[in-house]
């Protein structure tokens, strides 16, 4: 098993320009999300989905929009990437109400 | 919402010696209290969790303790090692449409020889 695995690993993007990180997770669980990681402030929700159908806001939405495209994939799309985007993304996915196991990560700069 | 406090932010031991990180959490209907660890570079990955019917809960050098009425909870790591050596979160959860989690702002733990 893969577990959690996200693309890209690494992206460098203009301000303005739009971009789509990838997740996929082959553990068969229900709930998927995404956070962000930025120093000194944890790890931050932005949306999360609780099951396939459905996604909701977390903490820091703004900015992010996802689409829980089937059971396995769930990706996060920035429309217009702003200098306060840069940090490092986390997908996770988890059991209704088991551990949240974490992808590696995607490290985006935006300049 | 939930608010999750995390104390320290920095945390230097010497190997063998114990460390105690402590988090509060803001909402009494959290029932799910998992820590993370993750080294530099890497992702975070859970070491111990606990539920709110359980006071405490331990697993070989490391325990969590829970106080429901304070709305505390504490890592415990005893013996430490220089592989111990990480970013440490702690976090909080009420459960219901998935398991979304709350973090603090997590403690670096440097275990020094």
């Known amino acids: 098993n893969a577990g959690v695995t996200q693309t890209p690993k690494f992206q460098v993007l203009k301000t303005g320009q739009s971009m789509t990180l990838q997740c996929a997770q082959d553990m068969n669980h229900n709930s998927m999300y995404w956070y962000r990681q930025d120093p000194g402030m944890g790890l931050r929700l932005i949306y999360y989905?609780?099951?396939?159908?459905?996604?909701d806001k977390g903490e820091v939405p703004n900015g992010y929009n996802v689409s829980r495209l089937n059971k396995r994939e769930f990706s996060l799309r920035l429309e217009s990437a702003a200098p306060s985007q840069t940090s490092v993304y986390f997908c996770?996915?988890?059991?209704?109400?088991?551990?949240?196991?974490f992808g590696p990560g995607t490290r985006l700069t935006v300049t | 919402g939930e608010n999750v406090e995390q104390h320290p932010s920095t945390l230097s031991v010497q190997e063998g010696d114990s460390a105690v990180i402590k988090c509060t959490y803001s909402d009494s209907a959290s029932n799910y209290f998992p820590w993370y660890k993750q080294e530099l570079g890497k992702r975070p990955q859970l070491i111990i969790d606990i539920r709110s019917n359980v006071g405490e809960k331990k697993d070989q050098r490391i325990a969590v303790t829970l106080n429901k009425t304070a709305k505390h909870f504490s890592l415990h790591i005893t013996e430490t090692q220089p592989e111990d050596s990480a970013v440490y979160f702690c976090?909080?959860?009420?459960?219901?449409?998935?398991?979304?989690?709350?973090f603090g702002t997590g403690t670096q733990l440097k275990v020094e020889l």
């Open positions: 989905s609780a099951s396939e159908g459905t996604t």
């Open positions: 976090a909080a959860s009420k459960g219901g449409g998935g398991n979304k989690l709350t």
């Open positions: 996770a996915s988890s059991r209704e109400q088991g551990e949240q196991y």
